[in-house]
């Protein structure tokens, strides 16, 4: 299975990632968040649905510069949202959570820490994450579980902006410590484009949409991870 994994798009689109789409098999495209720049929220639908005439599955969350009306675009466009969702496809399990941690700038889409951790944990919890790992007839190695974030964890390199500060979010983090997802998909620092691990979990930050930057996640049979930065410029 192939993933493309997309953030940051604030409003703008992006004609090389139309192009990919067309000339490469991609699955899936997960986008972690801040699809508008505050608005305008019509943006949204139109641009899911231009990207679902390409036959790939979407599934996206909403970021902290997306106003409160962009999850109901996104469910009404041809995308999934997955914020605040748990969602199989295949041998995923899929769980999302946007807006982010508390910034200097007051954005629509803040969460205190407290209520962040809370919210994700109950997302968490209504799948036992631990049981999607076992093996079945269906699924003999096993579930891969991703969680999508528009926050990254703190103190990882998806967080790490221009002055080497850490701003991401412990709730995330915490998060990520106590269920142990395979996968950790974020966004919100648009500089801190990376991939990390967080102790068995691999945490990226695909980049920024306006800079050309995403990530194709491939999945083999065996469920290994193979993710490469792509320029969809």
């Known amino acids: 299975m192939n993933i493309l994994a997309i953030s940051d798009v604030h409003g703008n689109e992006n004609n090389g990632l139309y192009s990919y789409l067309n000339n490469n098999n991609v699955d899936l495209l997960i986008i972690s968040g801040d699809i508008t720049n505050f608005g305008p929220v019509d943006f949204v639908e139109y641009f899911m649905n231009k990207l679902s005439n390409h036959g790939t599955k979407i599934f996206a969350v909403p970021g902290n510069c997306d106003p409160d009306d962009v999850e109901g675009k996104i469910i009404d466009s041809n995308a999934i949202c997955i914020h605040d969702n748990v969602v199989e496809y295949e041998n995923l399990v899929i769980y999302g959570f946007g807006g982010s941690n508390p910034t200097p700038f007051d954005t629509p889409g803040e969460v205190d820490e407290e209520t962040l951790y809370k919210s994700i944990k109950k997302v968490l ?44 979010s412990e709730s995330v983090r915490k998060i990520i410590e106590e269920y142990k997802p ?3 998909i974020c966004g919100h620092i648009h500089e801190a484009r990376s991939m990390d691990m967080l102790d068995d979990t691999i945490i ?18 065996n469920n290994n991870i193979i993710a490469n930065f792509v320029n969809l410029d």
């Open 182 to 184: 395979r996968l950790n």
């Open 204 to 221: 990226i930050n695909p980049g920024m949409l306006e800079h050309g930057h995403g990530c194709l996640i491939e999945i083999d049979e």
């Open 125 to 168: 919890d209504s799948k036992d994450i631990n049981l999607v790992k076992e093996s079945s007839d269906e699924f003999p190695n096993g579930r891969i579980s991703i969680l999508v974030t528009h926050a990254p964890p703190k103190n990882t390199e998806a967080d790490k902006i221009v002055n080497g500060s850490h701003v991401g």
